[in-house]
């Protein structure tokens, strides 16, 4: 990297970096294809640089030049972005707070302000983390575990609509029945094509599993095995998809 730093919001995204056009004569006619080759590209913003150093600076990672590229830095009071990014419809979605959202644009190379309007997602605060995820790219989810109005805290999904600037509650594990009622003390997720990954600590050993699959008729809460405790520090590094 050009500048140094840990914990940054991240994400990949596929660069089309040439296209080619194919007219093929069947039958009555000529059929267009049109064909795109692209490759992966990484990029990452904020985090920390130094002692207690809060970067602004962001910057895209590309394997076929093995170079990283600086690009537009976060806005001004984005400082110090760390961990909650997801790659949505073309858009680098950064996030220091549910309400507050960052978005670079991936084509035009810059950045843009989202204010959140209505669906605040924590009304009575946070009792852990949270993390932004995107489905194939086409839904940004949100998924986290604030308080309730007693202090209760439990597993929450939300999906951010970007026309009206709101999020919208989507069914949870909890609330679909897949998971009890205990309380949830932090969660973990990864996105795949159409899944979503959950992993959450909570009350039980171990930590309890999740997948959400995504179709045109809706969306489903499947369990899955339990992730067995394995002792101190009791706390995921990452999940990802395969």
């Not at 795109?36 to 640089?49: C, D, M, S």
């Not at 899944?195 to 969306?219: D, H, I, N, T």
Request: charged share 20%.
């Amino acid at each position: 990297m050009l500048h140094p730093r840990s914990k940054p919001a991240a994400g990949v995204f596929r660069y089309t970096f040439k296209s080619r056009t194919l007219y093929e004569h069947k039958e009555q006619g000529w059929l267009h294809h049109q064909f795109g080759e692209g490759t992966q590209k990484i990029i990452v913003a904020g985090g920390e640089g130094g002692i207690c150093e809060q970067l602004q600076s962001a910057e895209i990672y590309d394997p076929e030049t093995d170079s990283w590229e600086e690009i537009e830095s976060l806005p001004l009071d984005y400082k110090g972005v760390e961990g909650h990014a997801a790659v949505c419809n073309g858009k680098f979605f950064v996030c220091s707070q549910p309400t507050k959202i960052a978005a670079y644009d991936l084509r035009r190379g810059t950045w843009s302000k989202i204010h959140v309007l209505h669906g605040t997602p924590y009304p009575h605060g946070w009792g852990g983390n949270f993390r932004l995820v995107a489905c194939e790219g086409h839904s940004l989810l949100m998924v986290g575990v604030p308080w309730g109005p007693e202090g209760q805290k439990s597993m929450k999904m939300w999906k951010f609509q970007e026309a009206t600037l709101q999020w919208l509650e989507l069914a949870s594990p909890q609330s679909s029945g897949v998971w009890s009622n205990e309380e949830i003390w932090s969660c973990y997720a990864a996105a795949g094509k159409q899944e979503l990954y959950v992993f959450s600590l909570s009350e039980s050993p171990g930590f309890l599993g999740a997948v959400c699959v995504f179709s045109p008729k809706g969306m489903k809460w499947h369990q899955v095995a339990h992730m067995q405790d394995r002792g101190p520090p009791r706390k995921l590094a990452v999940v990802v998809p395969l």
